[in-house]
């Protein structure tokens, strides 16, 4: 399910006709006041927040809801300005597009999306190999029930910041490049910059109590990319 919180219908009914052959059923939410109790009641997988419909509450909204449910979150501006993704990926959002609106690239973010999701169960209902677990020091990831805990305590991740993590656990303490990430979290014709890693990185570290300016577990290799401590 797609859920979409703005008011502008033209964009709206063009996603819509994407979607009419597939089994992504879509509903709106032309207000933030609905917006949360909507993502509560319905779980959706998929969220797009319209930054200009929303204005100042956007952020709020995209809190509210990461607090509710575990969708995918997506913001789109008509301004490209970077101050604007900053802020929605440290809200909690897993992507945030900017300039003009394009529902055939958000269809294709759903698309590319739920095809590894889709992917993912079907391997785990074959029997092919059962979701790993990771362990290194007071950090535990289960992928097959998509939890983080840090000595014991849950922790709340976006589903951009579990894959990140889970890539670099994947990893073993060797080092991912940034192109390797980001291929291996968005897809290979993703157009995710180093400085929109660099923010999801940072805002993942917050998240685990590991001080962005100065990590002791999720760290930085100058000119190449991340790696985890295992040791």
Not at 2 to 25: K, N, Q
Not at 140 to 152: K, W, Y
Not at 167 to 176: D, I, K, N, Q
């Amino acid at each position: 399910m797609l859920l979409i919180v703005g008011d502008h219908l033209r964009w709206i009914e063009a996603v819509a006709d994407h979607f009419r052959a597939d089994e992504v059923s879509l509903v709106v939410a032309d207000d933030a006041g609905e917006a949360v109790g909507v993502a509560h009641r319905l779980r959706p997988g998929f969220v797009a927040l319209d930054v200009d419909s929303l204005g100042g509450t956007v952020m709020q909204v995209c809190r509210g809801i990461r607090d509710v449910c575990d969708a995918h979150v997506t913001m789109h501006s008509s301004a490209d300005n970077e101050s604007v993704v900053v802020a929605g990926l440290r809200a909690g959002a897993d992507d945030v597009l900017t300039g003009p609106r394009s529902s055939r690239e958000l269809a294709a973010r759903v698309r590319a999306a739920l095809r590894r999701w889709t992917a993912t169960e079907a391997r785990v209902e074959r029997g092919d190999a059962a979701p790993p677990r990771y362990s290194y020091g007071s950090l535990s990831i289960d992928v097959g029930l998509r939890e983080v805990r840090v000595a014991d305590e849950r922790i709340g991740l976006t589903r951009t910041q579990f894959d990140i993590l889970v890539e670099l656990a994947r990893r073993r303490g060797a080092v991912v490049t940034r192109r390797d990430l980001t291929e291996a979290v968005w897809g290979p014709r993703s157009n995710a910059t180093a400085d929109r890693v660099g923010v999801h990185i940072g805002a993942l570290r917050r998240r685990l109590g590991d001080d962005p300016d100065d990590p002791e577990l999720v760290l930085n290799v100058r000119g190449v990319g991340y790696r985890l401590a295992v040791a």
